[in-house]
């Protein structure tokens, strides 16, 4: 469906299905990038695993594992391949690198498997902003919280991921308690304007952080997340 739709306004494209957390397959589609175009202007690392664990004696180590393979080391392949293709570049480039609000600070107990990959992610960030200075490539965390997706509708059912119970308790403000999580986030459209908004900057203006949540939020994020 998202291939069919950026085919009205751009016929060039093509789409694969990979798993972020596999070595070959990342570097195989960069590969296929530079084959069909020669370069690579914008990186947006998008692919994320919820994790509404309970508290930390309770964590498995595969929920844990599950969870920073996807947030973490999903992020750390991608971002080394488009690194590995921009550097060459006399453009650069741009990574955008979708955070949370979870990677400034916890808002609760539980979910450490999903904060400690969002926090690993956001130091990780850093660490290439700075290595991509001289090499004209930019980088930003874009730090969305309670957005519209499918990853939140079934949170209303008391559950997420791969149908696991979540843990909720501690969690949610009077808002969220009485119209429901999914009714109380905002429209993931916004999400995507902001990061479309970043993506056509020039690679010399960087913005490292931008943070974007439901305004009823705003008590427990103010500005630090």
């Known amino acids: ?36 175009w020669g370069k690579l ?3 947006v690392n998008s692919a994320g695993r919820d994790s ?5 004696s309770e964590v498995t180590l595969e929920e844990w594992n599950r969870t920073i393979a996807v947030n973490l080391t999903g992020v750390f ?42 926090h690993g992610m956001m130091g990780f960030s850093e660490n290439i902003l700075l290595e991509g200075v001289k090499k004209n490539i930019a980088v930003t965390v874009v730090n969305p919280s309670h957005v519209k997706t499918p990853m939140t509708e079934v949170i209303d059912k008391g559950i997420y991921a791969e149908g696991l119970p979540a843990y909720l308790e501690g969690w949610l403000d009077p808002k969220e308690a009485e119209e429901g999580i999914y009714a109380s986030c905002i429209d993931v ?31 427990r994020y103010g500005m630090r997340a």
């Open 77 to 118: 392949l991608c971002c080394r391949e488009a690194f590995r293709m921009m550097e060459k570049q006399p453009t650069g480039g741009r990574i955008i690198n979708l955070g949370s609000t979870s990677a400034k600070l916890a808002s609760s107990p539980g979910h450490s498997p999903y904060r400690a990959s969002k």
């Open 189 to 219: 459209k916004y999400v995507a304007e902001i990061i479309l908004y970043i993506a056509t900057l020039p690679s010399d203006i960087t913005i490292p952080q931008f943070s974007v949540y439901p305004t009823h939020k705003a008590h």
């Open 41 to 43: 202007d914008v990186l």
């Open 1 to 36: 469906m998202v291939l069919r739709d950026i085919r009205t306004v751009q016929e060039d494209c093509f789409g694969t299905c990979g798993d972020v957390t596999e070595e070959s397959t990342v570097i195989g589609f960069f590969r296929e990038v530079m084959e069909r």
């Open 52 to 56: 509404l664990s309970p508290p930390v």
